[in-house]
T-cell receptor, first 111, second 116 residues
């Protein structure tokens, strides 16, 4: 059974710092991995999608990497801003577009 | 991206009653998914809804408790039946759309359910 873990569970940083969020999964047989952010009281916003054959994807200040063989992904946020404060979720596609979600990292960026 | 709406956005219900949640997508999709997010936890897939066939349920979820309808390619409903306080959760629907990166999943805003 696929299990997805995210470390740290919570993170508090001052504005401007670069930070790394970690995601690990137990079964490397995945089709892709997707990073989301969830704001309080709202749904999920898709940030980045990495196919299993890819090593990384970039969007603006966000960079996600994938090491499928070791079951790891990282989300790098450059020059963090207070607007980045949210819960970040990673999810692996185990087939038929079924997603298994991680436990989430709650990020707080202070001005 | 995809524009997904859900109704109701939130509700407070009495135990033993049922609630039907609607999910509307801005254009046709083959599969729609229903997820649950219990308080303080991450999302768990309930079922996959295909138009013209019965929904496929994940382990731990059954049709009698969570009946799903998929009358067309832009709409689905999830009913939470005979509710108990343990059903208090956020229920989200999602769809997949092709993007430059690949098949990307998009989520609705969620329905926040509190069962008393």
């Amino acid at each position: 059974k696929q299990e997805v873990t995210q470390i740290p569970a919570a993170l508090s940083v001052p504005e401007g710092e670069n930070l790394v969020l970690n995601c690990s999964f137990t079964d490397s047989a995945i089709y892709n991995l997707q990073w989301f952010r969830q704001d309080p009281g709202k749904g999920l916003t898709s940030l980045l999608l990495i196919q299993s054959s890819q090593r990384e994807q970039t969007s603006g200040r966000l960079n996600a990497s994938l090491d499928k063989s070791s079951g790891r992904s990282t989300l790098y946020i450059a020059a963090s801003q207070p607007g980045d404060s949210a819960t970040y979720l990673c999810a692996v596609n185990t087939g038929f577009q079924k997603l298994v979600f991680g436990t989430g990292t709650r990020l707080l960026v202070s001005p | 991206s995809a524009v997904i709406s859900q109704k109701p956005s939130r509700d407070i219900c009495q135990r033993g009653t049922s609630l039907t949640i609607q999910c509307q997508v801005d254009s046709q999709v083959t599969m729609m998914f229903w997820y649950r997010q219990q308080p303080g936890q991450s999302l768990t897939l309930i079922a996959t809804a295909n138009q013209g066939s019965e929904a496929t349920y994940e382990s731990g979820f059954v049709i009698d408790k969570f009946p799903i309808s998929r009358p067309n390619l832009t709409f689905s409903t999830l009913t939470v039946s005979n509710m108990s306080p343990e059903d208090s959760s956020i229920y989200l629907c999602s769809v997949v759309r092709p993007t430059r990166s690949g098949e990307t999943q998009y989520f609705g805003p969620g329905t926040r359910l509190l069962v008393l």
